[in-house]
């Protein structure tokens, strides 16, 4: 485990060193792993730090206002909303490569923009050591990884936690007294609902993922998984009242993990299962079965593309 003390200690100076007497923006999600690294970044830099959460609407129920509250007490916090530009760039696109890329170079730009207004050189970001591998491993490709352009305008990038692993980043978020609701949260995809949508993003299907995605995430929290979540797989026939439909099928997937490299499906109790797909069945009239995935992670990645 990481000596969380310490590593505050050297990360703030490498830090500092790094970016010298210049701005930075930091690439802030909400999830554990941003919030760390702005919390160092806000340590080494202070009002030079331009913190920025992209809405790319594909995020999860109340996530937008949950940042602004959250860290309301950096000053500089700009919300860029993004939905559009996002879900215009991703229409089409099938193949879960590419949706990772699109969604990659959109986040990019974005912040590209919000630096140049800030006069800032330099974008500090959440990787992860298994963000990585995995990229590196041509598991899949991470938005802030193996998704960046070729092009990118910033004298650098800054990724003060890419060597720990979430349980460890979990550790620095505890000694840096970041709240519990950020330290302890459950993990979320950086391409946000795109990889919680099998084949291509429409508004519709991003809906129904973030109903469904906030639904498991109550009724599970008792059990405590490492990450729980919904994603829409595709259509299938159901009924509804007297009607045949022809509806969405989601899939509810819940894991049991240290560090997200390895998984196993959690074993849910028979009435939590029946809770989540009457919940998801009767508050969407468009979904007509829940079905629950049991894959481990191999042979199964956790997210679905």
Same mark, same amino acid.
């Given at each position: 485990m990481v000596d969380a003390d310490a590593f505050i200690e050297?990360?703030?100076?490498?830090?500092?060193?790094?970016?010298?007497?210049?701005?930075?923006?930091?690439?802030?999600?909400?999830?554990?792993?941003?919030?760390?690294?702005?919390?160092?970044?806000?340590r080494?830099?202070?009002?030079?730090?331009?913190?920025?959460?992209?809405?790319?609407?594909?995020?999860?129920?109340?996530?937008?206002?949950?940042?602004?509250?959250?860290?309301?007490?950096?000053?500089?916090?700009?919300?860029?909303?993004?939905?559009d530009r996002f879900l215009d760039a991703l229409s089409g696109v099938t193949d879960p490569?590419?949706?990772?890329?699109?969604?990659?170079e959109g986040f990019i730009r974005e912040f590209e923009r919000e630096a140049k207004e800030a006069d800032a050189d330099?974008?500090?970001?959440?990787?992860?050591?298994?963000? !990585? @591998?995995? &990229?590196?491993?041509?598991?899949k490709?991470?938005?802030?990884?193996?998704?960046?352009? /070729? +092009?990118?305008d910033f004298e650098g990038i800054v990724e003060p936690v890419r060597d720990l692993y979430k349980d460890e980043v979990r550790e620095v978020a505890r000694a840096l007294d970041l709240e519990e609701v950020v330290s302890e949260r459950m993990p979320f995809p950086g391409p946000g609902l795109a990889v919680r949508v099998v084949g291509e993003v429409t508004r519709e299907k991003v809906e129904v993922a973030r109903a469904a995605c906030h639904v498991v995430e109550e009724e599970t929290e008792e059990h405590d998984p490492w990450q729980a979540?919904?994603?829409?797989?595709?259509?299938?026939t159901g009924v509804k009242g007297d009607n045949r439909v022809h509806g969405w099928v989601v899939s509810v997937r819940s894991v049991e993990s240290r560090d997200g490299?390895?998984?196993?499906?959690?074993?849910?109790?028979?009435?939590?299962?029946? !809770? @989540?797909? &009457?919940r998801i069945t009767g508050e969407n009239?468009?979904?007509?079965?829940?079905?629950? /995935? +049991?894959?481990?992670?191999?042979?199964?990645?956790?997210?679905y593309e």
């Amino acid at each position: 485990m990481v000596d969380a003390d310490a590593f505050i200690e050297e990360a703030t100076a490498e830090i500092s060193d790094e970016v010298g007497d210049a701005n930075a923006v930091i690439a802030l999600s909400g999830g554990v792993d941003s919030s760390v690294a702005a919390a160092l970044a806000y340590r080494a830099l202070g009002d030079r730090l331009t913190p920025v959460y992209v809405d790319t609407g594909l995020m999860r129920k109340g996530e937008t206002d949950a940042i602004r509250e959250t860290f309301s007490f950096m000053d500089s916090l700009r919300v860029v909303e993004a939905q559009d530009r996002f879900l215009d760039a991703l229409s089409g696109v099938t193949d879960p490569e590419e949706k990772r890329n699109v969604i990659g170079e959109g986040f990019i730009r974005e912040f590209e923009r919000e630096a140049k207004e800030a006069d800032a050189d330099y974008l500090v970001q959440g990787t992860i050591y298994p963000d !990585r @591998i995995e &990229s590196e491993g041509n598991i899949k490709s991470h938005h802030n990884v193996g998704g960046l352009p /070729d +092009v990118v305008d910033f004298e650098g990038i800054v990724e003060p936690v890419r060597d720990l692993y979430k349980d460890e980043v979990r550790e620095v978020a505890r000694a840096l007294d970041l709240e519990e609701v950020v330290s302890e949260r459950m993990p979320f995809p950086g391409p946000g609902l795109a990889v919680r949508v099998v084949g291509e993003v429409t508004r519709e299907k991003v809906e129904v993922a973030r109903a469904a995605c906030h639904v498991v995430e109550e009724e599970t929290e008792e059990h405590d998984p490492w990450q729980a979540f919904a994603a829409v797989l595709g259509k299938a026939t159901g009924v509804k009242g007297d009607n045949r439909v022809h509806g969405w099928v989601v899939s509810v997937r819940s894991v049991e993990s240290r560090d997200g490299m390895t998984a196993r499906a959690q074993e849910l109790p028979w009435k939590t299962l029946q !809770r @989540i797909q &009457s919940r998801i069945t009767g508050e969407n009239e468009n979904v007509a079965r829940v079905v629950y /995935d +049991v894959t481990h992670k191999p042979p199964a990645t956790i997210e679905y593309e």
